[in-house]
């Protein structure tokens, strides 16, 4: 996509790589977080959409105290709190913390990359990812703290099977009805409806340093569309 700036006859291409950057991974990473920030893109414009990561527990504070929505704004504050976080290592990224649809498309019209979090109750970080690139008719990379989606929960099955690609039909199967806030399946059901009406072209990789530096290698598991 590219944008016009009103006034100039400036053309600026817009994002091309979305990461849906998974709170498991953000917790994992927290004492090399710069390790993180440094793989990202140098070339490309791109958009990370951080989760809740170990701030989770604040939503399990306040779970069995109040409804969904409510739950959902303390796990979309967290969010928010990585993301300022992250933000402060990546170099030329938006100073601003985008908290709507129309703020992420304005600050992606002045060329900077962008460190996000939550938007919506109800919407999980995969399924803003999804809507981010769907808006931009971006890649989406969904980075997790596991190599790829098994054909069943590899921790509790080690005969669970890896699958290099499987269609968005059939993880529509998988993950249907599983949605709580703060904590999804592998991927959830809104992001993976997202993907499939848009025919995102999206992979879910282990969210490393290495992986995102080569983002465009064959690893992980595919979601095909069509």
């Known amino acids: 996509m590219l944008y016009i700036s009103e006034g ?8 091309k790589k979305v990461f849906a950057l998974g709170g498991s991974v953000i917790k994992q990473h927290l004492s090399n977080l710069g390790e993180l920030a440094d793989a990202l893109p140098d070339e490309e414009q ?17 779970r069995d105290h109040v409804n969904n929505s409510k739950t959902d704004m ?6 928010r709190l990585n993301a300022k976080t992250l ?32 938007l919506n109750p ?13 808006l931009f008719d971006a890649d989406l990379f969904i980075l997790t703290d596991v190599d790829g989606i098994y054909s069943e929960d590899p921790s509790e ?19 249907s009805g599983h949605n ?6 592998v991927v959830d059901e809104t992001a993976v409806s997202i993907i499939k009406r848009s025919n995102i072209d999206t992979r879910l990789i282990e969210g490393t340093p290495e992986n995102i530096r080569e983002v465009e290698a064959d690893r ?3 979601i095909v569309t069509e």
């Not at 100039?8 to 994002?15: A, G, N, R, W, Y």
């Not at 303390?74 to 969010?79: M, P, R, S, Y």
């Not at 649809?101 to 002045?110: D, F, G, L, P, Q």
């Open 220 to 222: 992980g598991t595919k």
């Open 74 to 79: 303390v796990g979309i504050a967290a969010t």
């Open 180 to 185: 709580v806030p703060g904590n999804y399946d």
């Open 46 to 62: 791109f958009v990370v959409i951080c989760g809740a990561g170990h701030l989770k527990k604040h939503q399990d504070a306040v």
């Open 122 to 134: 109800g919407f999980s970080t995969d399924a803003v990812s999804a809507v981010v690139a769907e």
């Open 8 to 15: 100039l006859d400036v053309q600026i291409e817009m994002v």
């Open 87 to 118: 933000r402060t290592l990546v170099d030329g990224s938006s100073p601003k913390i985008p908290e709507t649809v129309e703020e992420v498309e304005e600050k992606a019209s002045t060329g900077q990359d962008i460190i996000m979090g939550g």
């Open 157 to 175: 099955n080690s005969e669970a099977e890896k699958k290099d690609q499987i269609s968005a039909d059939e993880l529509l199967e998988m993950v």
